[in-house]
């Protein structure tokens, strides 16, 4: 019985809502229910680097924080999501997926032209 309860619990999916920093230590992102009932999650920027700021700009994104950069990203499996990703400093949108490494790593992959150009980062929980 407490083995059974044990694979249970190893197998129970971890959570992705909480504010989560790029490898870059230059944007916060703020995971949380998107509040449509769908029970999809989405991410916005809570704060930037002065340069991430800069750049987002340039590519045309005025005010970043506050910005929604995680898009109605919805489960696929066990510790992973799809949904769409924006990348401000190139002003463009494209297919994502996100993955849960551990309770403190997610990896965000977004590819564009058909899963032929892709590039993941990781990002780290910051503690509430």
């Known amino acids: 019985?407490?083995?059974a309860a044990l694979a249970l619990l190893a197998q129970a999916?971890?959570?992705l809502e909480g504010s989560w920093i790029n490898d870059r230590s230059s944007v916060v992102v703020k995971i949380r229910s998107?509040?449509?009932?769908?029970?999809?999650?989405?991410?916005?920027?809570?704060s930037?680097?002065?340069?991430?700021?800069?750049?987002?700009?340039?590519?045309?994104t005025n005010e970043?924080?506050?910005?929604?950069?995680l898009h109605e990203?919805?489960?696929?499996?066990?510790?992973?999501?799809?949904?769409?990703?924006?990348?401000?400093?190139?002003?463009?949108?494209?297919?994502?997926?996100?993955?849960l490494l551990d309770d403190n790593?997610?990896?965000?992959?977004?590819c564009a032209v058909g899963n032929l150009f892709c590039k993941s980062q990781i990002w780290s929980r910051i503690p509430e």
């Not at 991430?52 to 045309?60: H, I, L, P, V, W």
């Not at 970043?64 to 950069?69: H, R, S």
Request: hydrophobic share 45%; with cysteine; charged share 20%.
């Open 73 to 99: 990203f919805v489960a696929i499996g066990l510790n992973s999501w799809s949904g769409t990703l924006f990348v401000p400093d190139l002003n463009r949108r494209s297919k994502a997926r996100v993955v």
């Open 34 to 46: 998107c509040g449509n009932g769908l029970q999809a999650m989405c991410g916005t920027i809570q």
């Open 1 to 3: 019985m407490i083995v």
């Open 105 to 110: 790593r997610l990896r965000v992959r977004g």
């Open 64 to 69: 970043l924080v506050g910005t929604e950069v």
């Open 48 to 60: 930037a680097s002065d340069k991430a700021q800069a750049d987002a700009r340039r590519a045309g």
């Open 13 to 15: 999916p971890m959570s």
